[in-house]
């Protein structure tokens, strides 16, 4: 069976751009989860998604990252503009539903210059 | 304020000999535990999950635990393979959308 499946694995960027970050999650899962994960601060929890919808966003460092979730097989995360500071590796998983285990992607690795 | 701890921060152990590595919470309300394991360059696997003081899950040489205050993951006879970071995570209030994770304990088994 496919896991949650990330794009790019790798991106590195000047500061300044656009930097979107991909997800599919796995079929069938109705939450979705976006995660970043520092040295400094371990895993975090960025956002998540019921349905599509998003519950709690409160993980949003600031105006400059966006989440959309247009259906159940897609999200992005989306950094604009970049900041040497958001340099980290963003991990997406899905679950059944917000009380079930989360299942992680393999990352994201973003460097921002 | 939440907070998960684990410790110790690394472990080294030979192959085969026996350890715990602990995780420690002071989130209220709690409502579920979760193990991961995450090998490098790769996102965290799912392990088990507890939902109350009493519980234990097995899988395979690993056991975990959970009290009121604390959970542990038993390592029994450990191989090489089973090296890795193991995190923990907990989830209070009404859902476990929003987990708190802790920093991690890095696992070296040597042969």
């Known amino acids: 069976d496919a896991g949650v499946i990330q794009s790019p694995r790798h991106e590195v960027t000047e500061m300044g751009q656009e930097v979107t970050l991909r997800c599919k999650p796995i079929?069938?899962?109705?939450?979705l989860f976006w995660y970043r994960q520092t040295m400094m601060r371990g895993l975090e929890l960025l956002i998540y998604f019921n349905n599509n919808v998003p519950i709690d966003d409160s993980g949003m460092p600031e105006d400059r990252f966006s989440a959309k979730m247009p259906n159940a097989s897609f999200s992005t995360l989306k950094i604009q503009p970049s900041e040497p500071r958001d340099s980290a590796v963003y991990f997406c998983?899905?679950?059944?539903?917000?009380?079930?285990?989360?299942?992680f992607g393999d990352g994201t690795r973003l460097s921002i210059l | 304020e939440d907070q998960v701890t684990q410790s110790p921060e690394a472990l080294r152990l030979q192959e085969g000999e026996s350890s715990s590595l602990n995780c420690s919470y002071t989130?209220?309300?709690?409502?579920?535990l979760f193990w991961y394991r995450q090998d490098p360059g790769k996102g965290p696997e799912f392990l088990f999950t507890?939902?109350?003081a009493g519980e234990e899950k097995e899988k395979e040489r690993l056991k975990a635990t959970l009290t009121k205050k604390e959970s542990f993951l038993h390592i029994t006879a450990p191989k090489p393979e089973d090296s890795a970071t193991y995190l923990c995570a907990v989830g209070r209030g009404s859902t476990l959308g929003r987990l708190y994770f802790g920093r991690g304990t890095q696992l070296t088994v040597w042969p």
């Open positions: 079929s069938g899962h109705n939450s």
């Open positions: 989130v209220s309300g709690l409502r579920g």
């Open positions: 507890l939902y109350s």
């Open positions: 998983a899905s679950s059944l539903d917000e009380n079930q285990p989360q299942h």
